[in-house]
């Protein structure tokens, strides 16, 4: 199981980015993934969760500004981030959820500036 993040950047509070995560090594017609946030301790924090079917579900923080959406036949499930604020800088990951302990990938890093 291969996760492949990218589209983090630099930007200023209330602006815009789109995550994106490849993944290989997952039947993606079956299987619920999630973004995830490194956070403060040692483990990661799930930030929002796409089931196969599409249903979505956010954490509070995240509920309005951020939309997890899938593409099963490009094996690809995006994050779009609308109105970040500074306390979003984090490095995102994506993995299977509930996680069941896959290697995770290099992650993306966000950064939002005041």
């Known amino acids: 199981v291969e996760f492949v993040e990218s589209g983090g950047g630099l930007v200023q509070a209330g602006e815009s980015l789109r995550l994106s995560c490849v993944v290989s090594?997952?039947?993606?017609?079956?299987?619920?993934l999630a973004w995830f946030r490194r956070g403060v301790g040692e483990e990661r924090d799930m930030v929002a969760n796409?089931?196969?079917?599409?249903?979505?579900y956010y954490i509070d923080s995240a509920k309005g500004r951020f939309t997890a959406s899938r593409d099963n036949a490009k094996k690809t499930i995006y994050l779009q981030m609308n109105s970040l604020k500074p306390e979003d800088t984090d490095l995102y990951f994506c993995?299977?959820?509930?996680?069941?302990?896959?290697?995770w990938g290099q992650g993306t890093q966000v950064t939002v500036t005041a």
């Open positions: 993995n299977a959820y509930p996680w069941t302990g896959a290697d």
């Open positions: 796409i089931t196969a079917d599409g249903r979505t």
């Open positions: 090594g997952i039947i993606m017609e079956i299987q619920t």
